[in-house]
């Protein structure tokens, strides 16, 4: 089992920054993908960025692109998510998750991720 646990969320006015972490623990796999995916309510889980195991391959949502940053800390089982120029639409539980089946390409399908952090709060006023 692998445990994921989100921090860093909070409430930011438009146009400010949070900086999201997550941390995994519990059995340890190399090789594994490591992303974010958000859900506001009445909606849909969506994708937001994830990131490989090296930190060489990484992908985002087009509406977070130039926005936000994903990085992986030196330990490796570690990430980050800085959120930058914040907008309302932003607004969501953001969830970490881990990829383990070690695929060659980032999944953008939350299927596809098998362990999931508690989720954080983001929240962002007009």
């Known amino acids: 089992q692998v445990q994921l646990v989100e921090s860093g969320g909070g409430l930011v006015q438009a146009g400010g920054s949070l900086r999201l972490s997550c941390a995994a623990s519990?059995?340890?796999?190399?090789?594994?993908?490591l992303g974010w995916f958000r859900q506001a309510p009445g909606k849909e889980r969506e994708f937001v960025a994830a990131i490989s195991w090296s930190g060489v391959s990484i992908r985002y949502t087009d509406s977070v692109k130039g926005r936000f940053t994903i990085s992986r800390g030196n330990a490796k089982n570690t990430m980050y998510l800085q959120m930058n120029s914040l907008k309302p639409e932003d607004t969501a539980v953001y969830y970490c998750?881990?990829?383990?089946?070690?695929?060659?390409?980032?999944?953008?399908?939350?299927?596809?991720?098998?362990?999931w952090g508690q989720g954080t709060q983001v929240t962002v006023s007009s």
């Open positions: 998750a881990a990829d383990i089946s070690r695929s060659l390409r980032i999944s953008t399908s939350a299927g596809t991720y098998a362990y």
């Open positions: 519990g059995r340890t796999f190399s090789d594994y993908v």
